[in-house]
């Protein structure tokens, strides 16, 4: 094989760098800052007490400390508003902390009850059930003058304590809701009985 078959390799090459080129200069002048755009404060979301209005009675789940005395009721008393202070400081992260609250109020105030009520309900953590104005009562648990307090008390506020024959009551409202009143069943007719000795054939 004679050297004149190989390919002559070109003297230049086509994608050679051109070095006679001047590499672009950037420009001296500075950029102008950019403006960040202005980010409008977000609004803080406050919810609003809605009041429910209602032609109908209401009823209360109520809560309730007895003691024999009024020193021993204002502090108990102290202590429950203590302890509402301090879960009211507490930063509000949840947007559910007021239920949160609520539930930890009540769980105190039970406590309290079975720990010092003098009450029959305190196995019960001092719960009442429900009450409504113009029930009948039953028993000396509570009286007119208690049930007239707790349909003007506002939910988890601790009124002054209540004297009554018993003691000192302190009271807790939990809930409330419009009182439907039960039916009573209907007295179920009785098919009339024919005399004794009526019915033997003669």
């Not at 809560?63 to 400081?89: N, P, T, Y």
């Not at 029930?135 to 000396?140: C, F, G, L, V």
């Not at 807790?172 to 069943?185: D, R």
Request: proline content about 10%; aromatic content about 6%; hydrophobic content about 30%.
């Amino acid at each position: 094989m004679t050297k004149k078959e190989f390919p002559e390799e070109a003297e230049k090459t086509i994608y050679q760098r051109d070095k006679t080129a001047k590499e672009p200069v950037p420009d001296k002048e500075t950029p102008k800052p950019v403006a960040k755009p202005k980010v409008k404060p977000r609004k803080v979301f406050v919810p609003k007490k809605m009041v429910a209005k209602t032609d109908k009675p209401m009823e209360y789940r109520v809560r309730h400390i007895l003691v024999s005395s009024l020193e021993a009721a204002q502090l108990f008393r102290q202590s429950i508003l203590d302890f509402q202070k301090e879960l009211a400081d507490q930063p509000l992260d949840d947007p559910d902390k007021e239920f949160h609250d609520r539930e930890k109020i009540e769980r105190f105030f039970s406590r309290l009850a079975k720990k010092y009520s003098i009450c029959p309900t305190k196995a019960l953590g001092g719960d009442l059930d429900w009450i409504h104005k113009g029930m009948e009562i039953k028993n000396d648990l509570f009286t007119t003058e208690l049930v007239d307090l707790i349909n003007q008390t506002e939910k988890f506020t601790v009124p002054e304590p209540v004297k009554t024959s018993r003691g000192f009551h302190l009271m807790l409202v939990c809930e409330s809701q419009p009182h439907i009143p039960e039916e009573k069943p209907a007295a179920v007719p009785q098919a009339k009985t024919s005399p004794p000795g009526s019915g033997i054939p003669t």
